[in-house]
């Protein structure tokens, strides 16, 4: 009788605890209404930006049917890194507050390598300098290709609101 009155107690205070525990709020942050996921998410005080990839360096003009130009590496970086801070400042956060980053990196396909100096010159523009000392931890992954023909850098983020 003894242990049994043991487990049930046990058990009353696992299900009190946990049931204290407040919701956890989630909020999301849409694009266009034909875009098919979030630009962000809010749950509590992390934010988890959606993989960002670069606007075109010189858009497309139809009339003389040229097409728009990317740039390279560390200029895909750039730009990808620009719509994160874009996207960051729009909720009151800063650079700074990026605590995980996934860079995805295509294979160039003048040369059918990826290029990792040109992602990390583009990175340290913006990561571990006097102004932003801080550097969030950092996976960089090698793929196939991206979701775009021209696409050689997406970068996703998780930043985290200081209390």
Not at 67 to 72: I, K, N, S, T
Request: proline fraction near 6%; charge should be positive.
């Amino acid at each position: 009788m003894k242990l049994k009155n043991m487990w049930m107690g046990a058990a009353l205070l696992a299900v009190s605890c946990c049931g204290a525990q407040a919701q956890t709020k989630v909020t999301r942050m849409y694009g266009t209404p034909t875009q098919k996921f979030a630009n962000a998410v809010w749950a509590g005080d992390t934010l988890y930006v959606a993989g960002q990839m670069a606007q075109p360096v010189t858009p497309a003009d139809a009339a003389k049917g040229t097409p728009a130009v990317y740039g390279d590496t560390k200029t895909q970086t750039l730009s990808a890194l620009s719509m994160i801070e874009k996207i960051l400042k729009a909720q009151g956060l800063t650079m700074g507050d990026i605590v995980q980053m996934d860079v995805f990196l295509a294979p160039d396909p003048a040369t059918g390598k990826m290029d990792f100096a040109g992602m990390n010159a583009g990175y340290s523009t913006y990561f571990g300098t006097p102004e932003q000392p801080n550097k969030p931890v950092r996976a960089a992954m090698q793929v196939a290709a991206l979701a775009t023909s021209w696409g050689l850098v997406e970068i996703q983020v998780v930043a985290v609101k200081s209390k």
